[in-house]
């Protein structure tokens, strides 16, 4: 699935990195410095709530936009801790693409 995101977003124009589900998130985004974190709310051994909260909680990370996604609608949940955006699976495409570009400056 990773992959087939990757595609889809460097066809339309995005710089992706894929941060692997046991990475240390804070630590990788230090690095990358993304203007976009999609994050799935169970990413591997980690909570994406957690991960989000963690982001949310360092001013460093001001600038960065959060879209999450989830098979459950945890829309609320996510914004309340953090999330500037929520897609709930499966979802097509466009939708993702649009999500992405209304949290985009």
């Known amino acids: 699935m990773v992959a087939l995101l990757e595609t889809l977003l460097?066809?339309?124009?995005f710089q992706v990195f894929a941060i692997q589900a046991d990475g240390d998130v804070p630590a990788e985004i230090r690095i990358i410095e993304p203007d976009l974190l999609f994050?799935?709310?169970?990413?591997?051994q980690q909570s994406g709530l957690d991960i989000v909260e963690s982001v949310r909680g360092?001013?460093?990370?001001?600038e960065v936009?959060?879209?999450m996604t989830s098979g459950l609608d945890l829309r609320e949940e996510c914004l309340q801790r953090g999330a500037d955006s929520f897609v709930l699976k499966p979802f097509?495409?466009?939708?993702?693409?649009?999500?992405f570009k209304?949290?985009?400056?």
């Not at 994050?39 to 591997?44: C, E, M, P, W």
């Not at 097509?92 to 999500?99: E, G, I, N």
């Open 39 to 44: 994050l799935d709310v169970h990413f591997g």
């Open 102 to 105: 209304a949290v985009l400056p």
């Open 10 to 13: 460097k066809m339309e124009g």
């Open 65 to 67: 936009r959060i879209v």
């Open 58 to 62: 360092n001013r460093d990370f001001d």
């Open 92 to 99: 097509m495409p466009d939708d993702l693409l649009s999500a």
